[in-house]
């Protein structure tokens, strides 16, 4: 490794240390819950006999889909990076004018559901789509195709980079700036120095957030189905839905390969990731900033390019539902009710709550105790992030039927699995930010509380989890984004009755009573875009 | 997505259907099989002000639709509900939520909880769940899913007397579903743009027809046209669909998300014809009195299966009595006037008539011998329209 990316507290000790026991068990225990559903799965896919099996893998259908999913992660994740990191640099280092605008503006498009940007995209550009009316009498026919790679990479990109925006940003406010300043009375050039101090000091939360990024797009389902584009999730649903036992056989060894596409990419991102920096709590340092001159108007126009296009778009075609919908009674069992957005509030904070403190000793291990167990765990962790909503739920419910005896008949346990489902799908997001919260906590300081006689518990309790407590925070509220937005896994396993916003959303838009569905996606919008502004308040993952 | 079965409830095109379901029921259950369908247009543009209106037996406002509810049984003549039902609906609840609101009104000991969801999750859903399942009926968007689930045995036999409601090709020989309404294939055409003798009778002669080149939609992804080229395939096999899909493509059909969005495009002029369900024609009908959109039915193929939405009690449920008589209560007349003015489906029970310009069931020339349940054999139909480039 480069000698930059030495971590600032030269080889601590800690790092050698044998792991705790209490500990390890804990986060192995819920490393362990994470990975049950995916039992499920192998134990599906294995029942399929070796040569069908082989017959299957082999087929034109299946490589493609391979092929499609690959592409469409690698491209999306490829183009999140290239977009999110200069707009992280230009909001935290630069002289861009209204930079709060944009740190918020930029992060927004976290919080529509891709599902809801790909109609949108598709009723605005899509032929006979909104734009293609306005332009008619220009005597515009056609628009260039929507559908397709193109669409769901393009609508992909768009809902995820802030994903690696946020976490860049992060990382960009706590590095020490005087680095780049040193190097820069050293004469390397305003790139030179970039590439040399500054790459190797975010790569480790581009990396985080491009995970991220990869993992959502293999599990989404609603954008290339809308797009038309046949990746591992819209096949898997598909042939679910042949229900025929061939078909069953294809879903159930699709997602196995799915499966197998994660541990790739989780291989993938520990190699690219190198090793952590860990910076001193609490005082970075602010270079100078750097004066964009005449580059102000390409950066701005960037900046409104991309959030223009990833909000405009899918709140102009909300709105224009919304007055058309106005003169709807039809089908009034679809008209809205707070309780809808009370419950999809209610849920997500309850998972978010959960997954904070299931992902706490994860990232602790995985920082403090660095070795092979606390590693796998940390990555197991992650595995159920790709594992697609569906194919989730139906395992739970699986389970829960047959294991839960009369609790499940009384839909006692609904509410729990859910959680639980949410947990497993999510808890990446809880891991990597309170992941990045210790990295910046220096161990020192616990240290220093424990010679002054706490006991380990108290150390941690009064010194290190106050400062890790952004992250914390900042994660869980990802978590609970996340969790507002998600579908197929609250259709499969809400208690009967129980309605979400995109549950209900769901029913309106499928039954083409899209007036209907504007309001609770409005509010959907709203409700998650103030738990944006609350981590943006706190600046995300910044100890400070 | 669009191969979710509740997207069968009406499509995704940009104009909605208003419609005032409540009123309707009310009236339609305040009378012996009596709807009050005053202007079936105003009715759905939710302009209706008769609710206020003594429904009686046809007594009936503007013309086009008349006098075509007639016969069948009340729903007060039917034995009462009582107790806690659970229902999967595999139909939306935009579509079936006031027919079942209303039934659940009706009976102040009945509990209904109903399950929105697509019929092969659902069907899916109870297989997982085992025995622990708390399904007492399934209500399926098309015979499938019925036909699927009662392969699994998980269905529970209903009445001969309820399966003897409707003719027998619209219920399982044994009894274990029934059918509620029917869909036919269907193609609309544009009146000003083609006559009815411009449309085939034969639905493999489609892809020769110069005159529809660049001019037809089809929705791919779409459940019952799924069923359709399966259909197809079972009657006229692996290679003959392929080439008819392969001739399709190439005469340059245009691929929408879903068929009501086809019959509005057909009704703008768009496009020329397509292939829907019958009832997305009706429904745009019903919007616009003077759309220049006919309905065209091809002979005795794939083109022209009558396909049925019903249901089953399932063999979970707590009490099969109460289960197979809210099945029953589908076929009475108030929910058979109830399928036939809002869904624009045809009613399976004799003497109720289909609504709009529609020829009566008997009129209708499906193909012979097909088994409906067949039907949800989609497999090897995704691979054939993979084949020749469709994404599925």
């Known amino acids: 490794m480069a000698p ?6 030269p080889s601590s000790q800690r ?3 044998s792991l705790p026991l209490g500990l390890t068990l804990l986060s192995g225990a819920i490393a ?23 017959d299957l893998l082999t087929r034109e259908t299946t490589l493609r889909v391979f092929l499609n999913s690959t592409l469409l992660v690698a491209v999306v994740t490829a183009a999140s990076i290239v977009i999110a990191v200069p707009l992280a640099y230009l909001t935290v280092r630069t002289n861009l004018p209204f930079k709060r605008f944009w740190t918020v503006a930029l992060s927004m498009p976290l919080v529509v559901p891709s599902y809801i940007g790909a109609f949108a995209f598709v009723s605005a550009f899509g032929p006979r789509g909104e734009l293609q009316s306005l332009l008619a009498p220009l005597g515009i026919e056609q628009l260039p195709e929507i559908y397709g790679f193109t669409g769901a990479a393009l609508v992909m990109t768009l809902y995820t980079y802030p994903y690696v925006f946020i976490s860049t940003r992060a990382s960009l406010k706590t590095m020490d700036a005087r680095l780049v300043d040193a190097a820069r009375t050293l004469k390397h050039s305003r790139t030179e120095a970039f590439r040399r101090v500054t790459i190797p000091q975010i790569r480790p939360a581009v990396t985080a957030g491009a995970l991220l990024v990869a993992l959502y797009t293999l599990s989404d389902f609603g954008t290339p189905a809308i797009m038309r584009f046949d990746v591992f999730t819209k096949v898997i649903y598909a042939e679910q839905n042949s229900l025929s036992t061939f078909g069953q056989d294809l879903a159930a060894l699709l997602s196995l390969q799915l499966v197998v596409v994660t541990f790739v990419i989780l291989a993938i991102e520990s190699r690219v990731r190198g090793s952590d920096t860990i910076s001193t709590s609490g005082t970075s340092t602010r270079g100078a900033l750097v004066h964009l001159g005449a ?5 701005l126009a960037l900046c409104l390019g991309v959030a223009g296009l990833a909000l405009v778009v899918p709140v102009g075609i909300l709105t224009a539902w919304l007055i058309r919908g106005g003169s709807e009674s039809a089908a009034a069992s679809l008209a809205f009710q707070w309780e809808y957005a009370f419950n999809s509030v209610g849920v997500s904070a309850v998972a978010a709550l959960v997954a904070g403190l299931a992902g706490l000793p994860i990232a602790y291990l995985a920082v403090r105790h660095r070795s092979r167990a606390s590693w796998l765990i940390e990555r197991a962790s992650y595995v159920g992030y790709a594992v697609p909503g569906v194919v989730m739920g139906l395992a739970l419910v699986y389970f829960g039927a047959r294991y839960g005896g009369q609790f499940y008949q009384q839909e006692l346990i609904l509410f729990p699995l859910l959680i639980f489902a949410y947990v497993v799908r999510f808890l990446p997001q809880a891991v990597g930010s309170t992941r990045a919260g210790f990295l910046q906590v220096s161990p020192t300081l616990s240290d220093a509380a424990r010679t002054l006689g706490r006991s380990p518990v108290a150390a941690f309790r009064e010194v290190t989890l106050p400062l890790v407590a952004p992250g914390l925070l900042g994660g869980a509220l990802l978590v609970f984004l996340t969790t507002m937005k998600e579908l197929p896994a609250t259709l499969l396993l809400r208690p009967t009755g129980f309605k979400t916003l995109v549950t209900h959303i769901w029913s309106a838009q499928a039954s083409g009573h899209f007036g209907h569905a504007a309001i609770p996606a409005l509010v959907l919008v709203v409700v998650s875009a103030l738990s944006m502004l609350v981590m943006l308040a706190m600046e995300g993952y910044d100890v400070k | 997505m669009d191969s979710r079965d509740t997207s069968d409830a009406g499509g995704a095109g940009r104009r909605t259907l208003g419609t005032s379901r409540r009123r309707f029921l009310q009236s339609a259950g305040a009378a012996v099989g009596v709807a009050s369908l005053a202007g079936c247009t105003q009715f759905l543009s939710g302009e209706d002000a008769n609710a206020t209106e003594t429904p009686e037996f046809g007594q009936i406002g503007s013309g086009r639709i008349g006098d075509q509810i007639q016969g069948g049984t009340s729903m007060q003549d039917m034995p009462d509900l009582a107790g806690e039902l659970t229902i999967y609906s595999g139909r939306g609840e935009a579509l079936v939520g006031e027919l079942i609101a209303y039934i659940e009104d009706l009976y102040p000991d009945l509990d209904i909880q109903p399950r929105y969801e697509g019929s092969s999750q659902l069907v ?3 297989l997982n769940e085992g025995q622990n399942s708390p ?8 015979a499938g899913s019925l036909g699927f689930l009662a392969d699994e045995n998980r269905t529970e036999p209903l009445p001969s007397d309820v399966t003897d409601m409707v003719r027998e090709e619209f219920h399982d020989p044994s009894g274990n579903w029934v059918g509620t309404s029917g869909r036919a294939r269907t193609i609309p055409y544009n009146t000003e743009s083609l006559s009815e003798s411009d449309i085939p009778t034969d639905i493999m002669a489609f892809p020769d027809q110069e005159q529809l080149a660049d001019s037809m939609g089809w929705a791919p992804s779409y459940g019952s046209f799924q069923a359709f080229v399966t259909a197809m395939r079972i009657l006229n096999g692996e290679e003959a669909t392929k080439q008819w899909l392969q001739g399709m493509v190439d005469l340059g059909v245009e691929e929408y998300t879903d068929e009501f969005a086809i019959a509005l495009a057909v009704a703008d002029g768009e496009i020329d014809a397509g292939f829907t369900n019958h009832y997305y024609i009706q429904r745009v009908l019903a919007d616009r009195e003077d759309a220049p959109l006919a309905t065209a039915f091809t002979e005795g193929d794939a083109g022209a299966i009558f396909n049925v939405a019903g249901a089953a009690v399932v063999d979970t449920a707590e009490d099969t009595e109460l289960a197979a008589n809210f099945v029953r209560h589908l076929l009475s007349a108030e929910a058979q006037a109830y ?22 069931i008997d009129e209708l020339n499906p193909p012979a011998d097909l088994d409906l349940t067949q039907l949800s054999d989609i497999r090897p139909t995704l691979d054939l329209m993979r084949e020749v480039g469709i994404s599925v």
């Open chain 1, 32 to 54: 362990a819950a994470v990975v049950f559903p995916l039992v499920w799965i192998l134990a599906n896919a294995l029942e399929v006999g070796g040569t069908t099996a082989l």
């Open chain 2, 124 to 126: 899916q859903k109870i």
């Open chain 2, 339 to 360: 399928f036939a003015t809002t869904t624009f489906e045809y009613p399976l029970i004799p003497d109720v008539e289909p609504v709009g310009d529609l020829p009566t």
């Open chain 2, 135 to 142: 399904a007492d009926v399934f209500f399926s968007v098309n």
């Open chain 1, 295 to 299: 580059w102000k108007w390409p950066a």
């Open chain 1, 4 to 9: 930059e990316t030495d971590s600032l507290f």
């Open chain 1, 15 to 17: 790092g050698e240390s």
